[in-house]
């Protein structure tokens, strides 16, 4: 079972920024966040990931809760191609074959 | 994008028959993974390579093996598919370290 809680779907503005939340309350301490999105008809694509502090790069940002029990992806300026299913991912340190997908968040983008 | 393709894309096949996908790199990558996404159960780990020939498990292994002679090269075999089999599959590859996976395109099977 998926270790995360994701809200089943989001909708936003073409060129606003769109803040993707999940809560991972019983992460422990060394289990990684991933975050992976899934555009129609393609496979996963790796997004972002982080430990313990805020991550930045040239897809998005990724902050992290001070008590980790919580992560937010941000987009800073959404569009059309951002429209994807978005999965937050505990990838445990100690067991790198064990990343379980939830059902993730479909986020639409509006133009 | 990562290397990594797979074939077929689309297999249409009656029950009970074999079937085996493959999923190729060219990355180098050490660690190679077979997964099947279904409605209302996102994707879920089948079998998994950490070498070649060297396999485990995953959470949905039953019904399905795995080789890996070749670095490059990893088959995902029904012996003798079932309609619960019907699915879409996909490969990823992750290096050394196995921070990131990359996913292939994916195949889609029909079992009828």
């Known amino acids: 079972d998926a270790k995360t809680t994701q809200p089943n779907s989001m909708e936003s503005n073409e060129e606003e920024p769109v803040h993707l939340p999940c809560n991972h309350s019983?992460?422990?301490?060394?289990?990684?966040i991933h975050w992976y999105r899934q555009l129609p008809s393609q496979g996963p694509e790796y997004v972002i990931h982080?430990?313990?502090s805020n991550v930045n790069n040239r897809m998005a940002s990724l902050a992290i809760a001070e008590d980790r029990k919580s992560s937010t992806l941000i987009l800073h300026r959404a569009t059309l191609r951002d429209a994807a299913v978005y999965y937050c991912?505990?990838?445990?340190?100690?067991?790198?074959?064990?990343?379980?997908f939830g059902a993730g968040t479909r986020l639409t983008v509006k133009p | 994008d990562a290397g990594i393709t797979q074939s077929p894309r689309h297999k249409v096949t009656e029950t009970g028959t074999p079937v085996t996908l493959r999923c190729h790199q060219t990355?180098?990558?050490?660690?190679m993974y077979w997964y099947r996404q279904d409605p209302g159960h996102g994707l879920r780990l089948i079998h998994y390579?950490?070498?070649?020939?060297?396999?485990d498990k995953g959470e949905v292994s039953d019904g399905y093996s795995v080789s890996r002679s070749k670095t490059e090269d990893f088959l995902l075999t029904l012996e003798s598919a079932t309609s619960s089999q019907t699915s879409v599959y996909f490969c990823?590859?992750?290096?050394?370290?196995?921070?990131?996976?990359?996913f292939g395109p994916g195949t889609r099977l029909l079992v009828l």
């Open positions: 991912i505990l990838h445990p340190r100690d067991n790198n074959n064990d990343m379980r």
């Open positions: 990823a590859i992750a290096g050394t370290h196995q921070e990131t996976q990359y």
């Open positions: 982080g430990l313990t």
């Open positions: 390579s950490y070498g070649v020939k060297d396999t």
């Open positions: 019983t992460i422990s301490g060394t289990d990684y």
């Open positions: 990355e180098n990558h050490r660690y």
